[in-house]
């Protein structure tokens, strides 16, 4: 089945679509024990200035109406649709039967230890009307009813995916907000949000540059800086890190906001020791998650894989033992790796099979996830496979 995976992180910038052929398998004499997916490719677009803008506008610290919340789900679906099609177009041959958007979060009502809802805007039935295939959306809420955390919902994906693998596998993602997976050899896996990806370093840089840039492109301000151990300090004793797992955090915390707040006994600070700051804090938040697992290696994805100063800072922390690499070495491109694992949630709701691993989320049990969008075309369920897949594989892609 040709699934398009769509996905806007935290970071709020840019929509990606990843288009996977996927199959259900038999690897090991059992019937569909296995998916199979072999990339097609990758397309992405940014939100236009306006849309972005407005985004920007309502997300935390800021404030927004009900108005606003409206006609921001009717343009990012919009959007989202527009880039289904494309990617339906260019990737799939025009042959895509499934869409799967996570759409863009918006709020995660994390509070008392718990979350208690998350929202993500982009109207599926946008999506459904332009590219004609059926839409599953809405992936938190469900594990969420069950007493999950909702995120990190690629817990799942990374189970399945690196089941196997010598040692003690930890997946890494590194969006807005970064998150881990890790496979214990005894004991249930876990998966958590160690605290900001990029969030942090983005905000600064967006306010030090007056708008003109949104991210630090290949970590030149922050290899141009000194960490500021005083300000380092202070952001480390943030009391979310010290929170048992599973947890789960987003821009609701860690926004310009909350960087004001840290800064406000740190004035004058050169703008690229801010940034060598922010950058340095990301890693050791994740290398100090990761440590007390004892991860053999490190397998990174997202957006923050591209800032090597951010990688290297990583390397540093991290113990030696550790190996850091990326999901492209194991033939899943990084920067569509949520996409991807979106698309594959997608095509496990339609099967009738359970999308998330408990053990990772919280939840009381494994749920089916989302909500179904028809197409165009009369809606027609594939068979349910008998009980679901254990593990994953990477063909190779186009």
């Keep these: 089945m040709r699934v398009v995976g769509l996905m806007s992180g935290t970071s709020c910038d840019a929509i990606d679509a990843a288009a996977a052929d996927l199959d259900l398998v038999d690897e090991a004499g059992s ?45 990012i679906g919009q959007a989202f649709a527009d880039l289904a099609v ?24 994390a509070a008392d230890g718990r979350v208690h809802g998350s929202l993500q805007l982009g109207q599926p039935a946008w999506i459904a009307e332009a590219s004609g295939c059926p839409v599953v959306s809405d992936f938190r809420a469900r594990d969420i009813a069950a007493g999950g955390q909702g995120a990190p ?4 994906f990374d189970l399945m995916w690196l089941r196997g693998r010598p040692g003690v596998p930890a997946a890494l993602n590194i969006g807005g907000i970064a998150n881990v997976t890790v496979l214990r ?13 990029n969030a942090l370093m983005d905000a600064a840089v967006h306010e030090l540059t007056g708008g003109r840039l949104d991210h630090d492109a290949d970590g030149v301000l922050a290899g141009a800086g000194r960490v500021h151990e005083p300000l380092l300090e202070r952001l480390l004793a943030e ?51 990761l440590r007390p697992l004892g991860p053999t290696e490190v397998i990174a994805s997202g957006g923050g894989t591209r800032n090597p100063v951010l990688m290297a800072m990583l390397r540093a922390e991290l113990p030696g033992t550790t190996a850091l690499l990326t999901s492209d070495a194991l033939g ?6 949520e996409a991807y694992a979106f698309a594959v949630l997608g095509h496990l709701s339609l099967h009738g099979l359970p999308g998330t691993a408990p053990e990772c989320t ?23 496979p008998g009980r679901a897949p254990h593990a994953l594989v990477i063909g190779p892609g186009k």
């Design 153 to 156: 919902l690629v817990g799942l």
């Design 185 to 197: 050899p005894t004991g249930a896996a876990v998966a958590f949000d160690t605290g900001p990806g």
């Design 239 to 289: 009391p979310y890190y010290g929170l048992p797992v599973p947890r789960t955090t987003g821009k609701e915390l860690f926004h310009r906001g909350y960087l004001h707040t840290a800064l406000t006994d740190f004035p004058g600070l050169a703008p690229s020791d801010l940034v060598a700051t922010l950058t340095r804090l990301t890693a050791r938040t994740v290398a100090d998650a």
């Design 332 to 337: 899943l491109p990084g920067a569509a790796k």
């Design 362 to 384: 919280g939840a009381r049990g494994a749920r089916i996830l989302g909500s179904l969008t028809p197409g165009r075309r009369p809606l027609r369920l594939p068979p349910h």
């Design 31 to 75: 019937p569909a024990d296995t998916v199979r997916l072999t990339p097609l490719g990758m397309v992405s677009a940014p939100y236009d200035d306006e849309l972005r803008a407005a985004l920007a506008a309502a997300l935390p610290p800021g404030t927004t109406t009900l108005a606003d919340v409206c006609r921001l789900h009717v343009r």
């Design 86 to 109: 494309r990617a339906d177009r260019e990737l799939c041959e025009g042959r895509a039967e499934l869409i799967a958007s996570h759409g863009q979060t918006v709020y995660h009502w």
